[in-house]
C-alpha cells in the first residue's frame, strides 16, 4: 500500500501563485503513475495533471498553460507549480497514485482564490 501526504495549500490572491507538495511513502519510481486531481464545491472530481515513472506528463487541456507537475525522486515527492490563480481554480486538490492494478488518494489539500 502506498500512503500519500499532501501539503502547501492555502488562501491565494487572484493572479497569484502556490506550489503544492505531495510525499509518497516508497520510492516514486516503482510507481507507475502519479498526479492531481481537484474537486470543487458541489462538482466532480477532475483531472490536473500526471506524471509517469518514465517523467513523461500530461495535462488537462484548460491549466496546461498555467500549471507545471514534477518531481523530486530523492525525496519521493511530486509538485504542482500553480501560477496565475484564478477563482475558478479553488478546489481541494488530491495527489493520486497508480501502482500493481491498485488506485490510491492523498486526504487532500485546500485551495482558496479570492481577493
Known amino acids: 500500500q502506498v500512503r500519500l501526504v499532501e501539503s502547501g495549500g492555502g488562501l491565494v490572491q487572484p493572479g497569484g501563485s502556490l506550489r503544492l507538495s505531495c510525499a509518497a511513502s516508497?520510492?516514486?519510481?516503482?510507481?507507475?503513475?502519479m498526479g492531481w486531481y481537484r474537486q470543487a464545491p458541489g462538482k466532480q472530481r477532475e483531472l490536473v495533471a500526471t506524471?509517469?515513472?518514465?517523467?513523461?506528463?500530461n495535462y488537462a487541456d484548460s491549466l496546461k498553460v498555467r500549471f507545471t507537475i514534477s518531481r523530486d525522486i530523492a525525496k519521493n515527492t511530486v509538485y504542482l507549480q500553480m501560477n496565475g490563480l484564478r477563482s475558478e481554480d479553488t478546489a481541494v486538490y488530491y495527489c493520486?497514485?497508480?501502482?500493481?492494478?491498485?488506485?490510491?488518494w492523498g486526504q487532500g489539500t485546500q485551495v482558496t482564490v479570492s481577493s
Open positions: 516508497r520510492n516514486i519510481l516503482a510507481i507507475n503513475v
Open positions: 493520486y497514485c497508480e501502482e500493481s492494478l491498485s488506485d490510491y
Open positions: 506524471i509517469t515513472r518514465l517523467g513523461r506528463t
